[in-house]
């Protein structure tokens, strides 16, 4: 047959109609719709049992009950949601932006999988992978070396927490290994303590008993921005609507400031000065609780006549800002309330801050009376139920031992301190003290958290062995020459005593949720692992199998209770009574009045740096040792992060030409970054605040990059009587980018 | 090379010019192409709509060419319903344009819906309260309707008309034109109203919600009224343009004038309703809702009220006036401007009346933002005009458009030999 | 569903959220996000991109220092009642994606019917429907902990918040196992309301007198909910949209906030 083009046309043209009259088009545009509602790359979360485990957050010191939603598939058990556990004491149901982002850092991509051994130069990101025995190995073997040469106090250990079985199982290896040198993360924990030292002669974190306090006056704390434990504090603020007044003295006008009844807006770095007012007026007028003065204090006489010779409302309403009626109707309102509380530690309470401010306001909480009293501070004595054999050293740990700590902490010129962490960089870097050795460090990221970032560098350069036991690729992690990966707070067993600022003894346990994701180990674990691998008397002091016997023989008859409930709560503990609280020398709690007046000078001068930058916290960004999941990032502001860009906030009567939104360079004496300037009114015109907990390298596209790091842009100020960092702020100056 | 596909007795540029052309167009098209298959094998995260810019450039530009290409339902209308004979002079331009502007519209709708394989549910799980799926079936139906109005025009192509079978279809087609036609006028007269509805029966948006009577707010009226008179403006201003291209008379200047006058009256009582509308708008339906009239206006950047005035006074009452009065409609520079600023209103009243609606604040606590399309959405705009342009090309060259052409030609050649 | 109808009696489901007590640390969010299998994104600075269910506004009173004050405001989906269930949304969808149940009063959005035209989102005056721009992506491993009972959305749909609607599915599933048809206060609440350490959130039926909600809103159902409660507000309420989630504030710049007013209007 000959096929000629009209029959060829033909055919075409009826065979397309044929097919547009058949049921194949209609079929195939179903067929597509369907296809688009099933994209193979739209994950389809696979469904299985659903159950239930209670434990406890350790993302932060909060020490919050938690209750985590799992499935059981096919292809194992999946964690899905954490949420607040009901009923548990500090949150009641109630949970935080960075615990319900947990998961995010349970499956986060930027955990460390296996332990890694430094294969480039330091902090260059090439890492070799090994296995644990080889990791072990490694770290024995240095370890060994630095022994034989009897320089075993050359090592150090940085850790998160000085409280529970892990922590406990550190400093252990540490005494029985040869070094004094455990150090905590610096807060404002060490300044309370401190004041509680010096005040009352005790060993013992404070406690607040926020709940039943009905004037709260707080000196630039962040009550619901992540000061003490803060699930807790922001249950508190919602009940003292009901029953309480807050009044919030801080230069910016922060949440905790918008939320309080009475937002008073001070000089900042001039807390003191007024705190030392408000007593001054208390006193003068007779308002202070005589019987606790009279019969339960001394020194009241010499911290009276200095109150009222230079602290008279008058004198300070200048260097305060705060005019003299204001503080005299303060004083009376906190003074003439039922259960008056005043706090300090600004924002997060990361910083220790000044001891004279602390004792000031400490001072204000004795003249009322309130000490552990109901709605007052109370002075909770650290947790007992570890209860290890008292280690037996060699000769090497007990001469290692001898040494004087690096950080200075315990010396003669700061006696009643337990830790520096913020002087080490420099003891470091400087060169006076030992050359630091090899280095641990658990359960933080100093590289990100500790003033001066270059500074904080250069010491970790200087320091020829650094071990991380971090669960993710941070920025200490990331500098270190060794990785063991711990398991992440949702795979491990964990004490977690004490939740920071609780006014009861509370004992948590973390539990593993799901197996471990990956090849990882509890820190306890590898420390027994370690320990064994020395033998003698350092295997000796670890009579324990695994991390897990040896917390279950730790807690003994409370681990039934705590594997049930998920915590241990004495609720009928009860502070110690005026008569016998106070172990100072005089059996009664001091009026301590070294220096009182002495306020913290920053650095910088105000020609060159007109400004003075001050951080702030939010609840919606971390600024600990976790870095921010995605979840917390997405909630940040664009008033507060745009782009990779940080935002400031200054006063538009400051700006000077800075329109909103536009770039700008933010320098102080320690480094210059850019920003972008935000108008707020709701700050003191002068000021320039930064957000804290952005500006990460390390971890992923998602976090790593954004904003700046405050860290980079101030240094630590030492405090002249703690040595404690006292830095609030740092002066500053905005140019043109 | 291609005139045995050249109507008879006229003249066209060189093959070789038209075909430079053509490809110049095609490469615009391309582009467009490009930036059309970007948007559906990547999504629409390659224009910068967001969630304040749902609605964005080519939103617009399709509500703008959907205004603009009324005149054929309009033209059409005059033509078979109301016997207004001259006009079938510029009928089948109109048709023409008006054929490009629906396409263009449907293409746009396609491109623009975040999930074009699903777009059909809009019929299949039609929600009849809803303004857009009235659009869409009037919208559907009334390219139907153009479509059958542009074959027989195709038909009347030279080497096609001598196949018997197309003759006589397309003498038929024209017999029953005025049914398609009335149909056609009634299916737009709806779809244009409805597109007004779109926006007007927002009620959570006090910027575009206006009352109305029955089912239909005011803006149903008023967007059929300003495609009506827009439209005609748009296709005399594309004849014009033509002309001015093809550098000869193709419809009478009788036509033309008629057409204004209509299209004058149009956009004259349009205005004033619009005016009306805008004040009872002003007054009485905007602040029952807390709105002062200048709280849509005072926060935008970059051009605050000024676009009212432009779109009421120097698109609405300016062209009007020309084009109502004689003397106005004479001077064709005057006739041109007035027909390119009523044509510019409809599009100035799509832009607020969509745009806008999505990007006025109404929580007390946002404000406006600024958006700036991307080159994949500028594309995409542009691509409908190329396609438009080399349509109406190829149409022009092939096909017998304009009907007075031929005589117009003969009637110049002839006063040659005189 | 007329079934069911004669058996239980119908919900209005709504929230009413404490400003006074709100502090604004975006638990909420984050709640809603785990949740709800809300995607991220590398950047999500840009809140025009950034799709979040429930979002916390930041509301200052445009005063200066130190006068200044500043209060937060979680806006979730409002569930608006309109008129007789007209939302603004859900009359102009035109594919019927999104619905109003006259059985609970949630406004739904059924992803794999909706065909991303944002004409809802045009409707919506609340900001409270968000537009898939891009294909949802996990980091990897991620997607472990996404929950089975929320599916993830596709690019190209428009998404919000349901009131944790399979929470009232597993709810009422239970219920029924167990032979009952109507549910206690708390076995149906919101993922954000469960999480909220302030306890600003309570979440419940408007139609049922013993609910918090009711006592505390006291909706005037005559007229469409409008609240009795004088420290009580919804968002834009003279628009006649009827949102079922009323604001307490015993600030009047902050009621105020919560409408538009024409010039000396008193409010």
């Not at chain 1, 909060?62 to 949601?81: H, N, W």
């Not at chain 1, 409930?565 to 609720?571: E, H, K």
């Not at chain 2, 003498?171 to 007004?196: C, E, K």
Request: glycine share 8%; hydrophobic share 40%; with cysteine.
């Amino acid at each position: 047959m000959k096929v000629c083009r009209r029959s060829f046309l033909s055919l075409i043209i009826g065979g397309a109609a044929g097919v547009a009259l058949s049921p194949l088009p209609l079929k195939l545009t179903d067929d597509s719709s369907i296809w688009t509602q099933m994209w193979p790359w739209t994950p389809v979360p696979e469904d299985g049992e659903v159950s239930h485990v209670d434990s406890i957050c350790t993302l932060c010191p909060g020490g919050c009950g938690i209750t985590v939603r799992k499935v059981a598939t096919m292809s194992g058990d999946r964690a899905i949601k954490i949420e607040g556990m009901k009923g548990h004491p500090v949150n009641d149901g109630g949970i935080c932006v960075l615990g319900l982002s947990g998961l995010q850092l349970l499956y986060s991509p930027t955990r460390v999988k296996t332990p890694l051994k430094r294969a480039g130069a330091r902090g260059e990101g090439r890492w070799e992978e090994i296995s644990w025995d080889e990791a072990i190995a490694e770290v024995v073997k240095k370890l060994e070396g630095l022994r034989e040469k009897g320089k075993s106090h050359t090592v150090a250990c940085i850790s998160g927490t000085d409280s529970g079985t892990t922590a406990h199982l550190l400093g252990r290896f540490l005494t029985v290994y040869g070094s004094p040198n455990f150090i905590r993360i610096p807060s404002i924990q060490d300044s309370y303590e401190l004041t509680m030292r010096l005040m009352q002669g005790v060993q013992a974190s404070a406690g607040f008993d926020v709940e039943n306090a009905d004037f709260v006056l707080s000196f630039g704390s962040g009550l619901i921005e992540g000061w003490g434990s803060p699930v807790r504090m922001i249950k508190a603020n919602s009940t003292w609507k009901d029953r309480g007044k807050v009044v919030q003295i801080e230069p910016r006008l922060s949440n905790t400031a918008a939320k309080s009844d009475k937002w008073i807006a001070i000089n900042p770095g001039t807390e003191t000065v007024l705190a030392l007012s408000i007593a001054h007026v208390i006193i003068q007028k007779s308002l202070y609780s005589a019987d606790f003065v009279n019969n339960y204090s001394s020194g009241f006489k010499e911290f009276k006549q200095i109150v009222l010779d230079e602290f008279s409302p008058d004198d300070v309403s200048e260097i305060t800002g705060v005019s003299a009626s204001t503080i005299e109707s303060l004083a009376k309102s906190f003074a003439g309330a039922s259960k008056p509380l005043a706090v300090c530690g600004r924002g997060q309470g990361e910083t220790p801050g000044s001891l004279n401010e602390f004792m000031a306001v400490h001072a204000l909480n004795a003249l009322v009376g309130n000490i552990n009293k109901t709605g007052g501070v109370w002075a909770v004595p650290d947790p007992d139920y570890i209860k290890w054999p008292e280690v037996e050293m060699d000769r090497t740990a007990a001469n290692g031992m001898r040494k004087a700590r690096i950080d200075g902490a315990g010396s003669k010129r700061y006696p009643d301190v337990r830790y520096l962490l913020d002087r080490l960089p420099d003891a470091i870097n400087s060169g006076k003290e030992y050359p630091v050795e090899a280095l641990f460090v658990a359960g933080a990221n100093p590289v990100y958290t500790i003033p001066d970032s270059n500074a904080v560098k250069e010491a970790f350069n200087r320091v020829p062995f650094v071990v991380s036991f971090s669960s993710y690729m941070d920025e200490t992690a990331a500098n270190a020459d060794l990785i063991l990966p711990n398991h992440v707070f949702l795979e491990r067993y964990e004490d977690v005593p004490a939740p920071v600022g609780l006014q009861k003894p509370i004992i948590g346990l973390s539990k593993p949720v799901v197996k471990p994701q990956f090849n990882t180990k509890h820190v306890g674990d590898a420390i027994l692992l370690m320990a064994k691998s020395f033998g003698g008397m350092i295997a000796d002091a670890f009579p324990w199998d695994s991390y897990e016997a040896c917390l279950k023989e730790t807690l003994g008859n409370k681990w039934d209770s705590l594997i049930n409930d998920g915590f241990w709560f004495d609720s009928n503990f009860r502070p110690a009574d005026w008569k016998s609280a106070f172990n100072t020398p005089s059996g009664k709690f001091e009026f301590v009045n070294k220096g009182l007046a002495e306020l913290v000078k920053i650095e910088g001068d105000e020609q060159s740096y007109p400004l003075i930058l001050i951080p702030y916290d939010s609840m919606r960004l971390a600024s600990g040792f976790i870095g921010n999941p995605p979840f917390a990032i997405k909630t940040v502001e664009d008033t507060v992060l745009k782009g990779n860009d940080i935002v400031v906030e200054v006063n538009p009567r400051s700006a000077r030409g800075f329109r909103e939104g536009d770039h700008g360079i933010l320098s102080t004496p320690k480094g210059s970054v850019k920003v972008r300037v935000h108008h707020f009114d709701g700050i003191m015109p002068g000021l320039v605040a930064l957000p804290r907990g952005l500006g990460h390298t390390a971890y992923d596209e998602y976090l790593a990059g954004k904003g700046v790091n405050f860290n980079e842009l101030i240094g630590p100020v030492e405090d002249p009587v703690s040595g404690l960092n006292a830095a609030w702020g740092i002066r500053a100056k905005l140019t043109r980018a | 090379m291609d005139s045995a596909l050249i109507p008879e007795g006229v003249k066209r540029c060189s093959f070789g010019k038209f075909i430079f052309w053509l490809v110049i167009f095609g490469a615009v098209l391309l582009w467009g192409i490009v930036a059309m298959l970007l948007c559906w094998f990547k999504g629409l995260n390659q224009t910068n709509m967001n969630d304040a810019y749902g609605f964005a450039l080519w939103i617009w530009a399709d509500l703008a060419v959907i205004a603009v290409g009324g005149g054929a339902f309009f033209t059409g209308l005059l033509r078979y319903i109301f016997g207004k004979d001259e006009l079938k002079n510029i009928i089948n331009f109109a048709v023409l344009i008006g054929f490009i502007c629906y396409s263009s519209a449907l293409l746009i709708l396609a491109i623009d819906i975040g999930q074009p394989l699903r777009g059909w549910f809009i019929f299949w799980h039609a929600n009849v309260h809803s303004m857009l799926t009235e659009v869409a079936f009037c919208l559907s139906c009334y390219f139907a309707v153009l479509t059958i109005e542009y074959i027989p025009l195709i038909l009347e192509n030279r080497q096609i008309d001598r196949v018997p079978f197309f003759h006589n279809l397309s003498h038929n087609m024209h017999g029953v034109m005025a049914i398609f036609a009335a149909t056609g006028a009634f299916l737009s007269f709806f779809h244009q109203g409805s597109l007004g509805g779109v926006a007007g029966v927002l009620f959570g948006r006090p910027f575009a919600f206006r009352e109305g009577v029955f089912i239909w707010p005011w803006t149903f009226f008023l967007f059929t009224w300003s495609a009506a008179a827009c439209g005609p403006c748009f296709t005399i201003l594309i004849t014009w343009i033509t002309e001015k291209i093809t550098k000869k008379k193709l419809v009478r200047k009788n036509v033309i004038m008629l057409l204004a006058k209509i299209a004058g009256w149009m956009l004259a009582t349009y205005t004033i309703a619009k005016i009306i509308d805008t004040w009872y708008w002003a007054t009485v339906t905007a602040p029952a809702a807390g709105h002062n009239f200048m709280d849509f206006y005072s926060n935008n950047p970059l051009y605050g009220i000024w676009i009212l005035v432009l779109e009421i006074v120097i698109c609405g009452v300016i062209p009007s006036i020309i084009l109502i009065t004689k003397t106005g409609r004479r001077y064709s520079f005057l006739l041109v401007g007035a027909v390119f600023l009523g044509a510019l209103g409809a599009c100035v009243n799509r832009w607020v009346m969509v745009l806008q609606v999505m990007a006025v604040p109404v929580l007390t606590f946002e404000s406006w933002f600024m958006y700036f399309p991307s080159w994949q959405e500028i594309a995409t705009t542009i691509l409908p005009v190329a396609y438009g342009i080399m349509l109406i090309m190829i149409s022009y060259r092939y096909l017998p458009i304009f009907p007075q052409e031929r005589e117009i030609e003969e009637e110049k050649h002839a006063s040659i030999f005189v | 569903m007329k079934e069911q109808h004669k058996h239980t009696k119908a919900k209005k489901y709504g929230m009413v959220i404490d400003l006074d007590k709100c502090t604004g640390c975006g638990a909420c969010m984050a709640a809603c996000m785990a949740e709800n299998n809300v995607s991220f994104k590398k950047d999500e600075s840009d809140k025009l991109l950034s799709i979040t269910w429930m979002r916390v506004y930041k509301l200052t009173n445009g005063k200066k220092f130190p006068e200044a004050d500043i209060c937060y405001l979680p806006r979730p989906c409002m569930h608006c009642e309109g008129d007789h269930g007209h939302a603004p949304c859900v009359s102009v969808c035109p594919a019927t994606a999104t619905d109003y149940s006259h059985e609970t009063g949630i406004v739904s959005q059924i992803y794999t019917r909706c065909f991303g035209c944002r004409y809802c989102m045009a409707a919506c005056p609340y900001h409270a429907r968000y537009f898939n721009w891009w294909d949802p992506v996990w980091p990897d491993g991620m997607e472990k902990y996404l929950s089975p009972n929320v599916s993830p959305r596709m690019r190209g749909v428009v998404e919000k918040c349901s009131f944790c609607f399979h929470r009232y599915q597993l709810a009422m599933d239970k219920a029924y196992i167990e032979g009952r048809r109507e549910l206690e206060e708390d076995e149906y609440q919101t993922s954000c309301t469960q999480a909220c350490p302030a306890d600003a959130i309570i979440f419940g039926d408007l139609n049922n007198p013993g609910h918090a909600v009711t006592q505390i809103a006291k909706p005037d159902h005559k007229h469409g909910g409008r609240p009795m409660n004088p420290n009580a507000f919804r968002l834009l309420e003279r628009l006649g949209t009827n949102p079922k989630v009323y604001y307490l504030s015993s600030r009047r710049w902050v009621r105020r906030a919560g409408d538009n007013y024409i010039k000396d209007e008193r409010g």
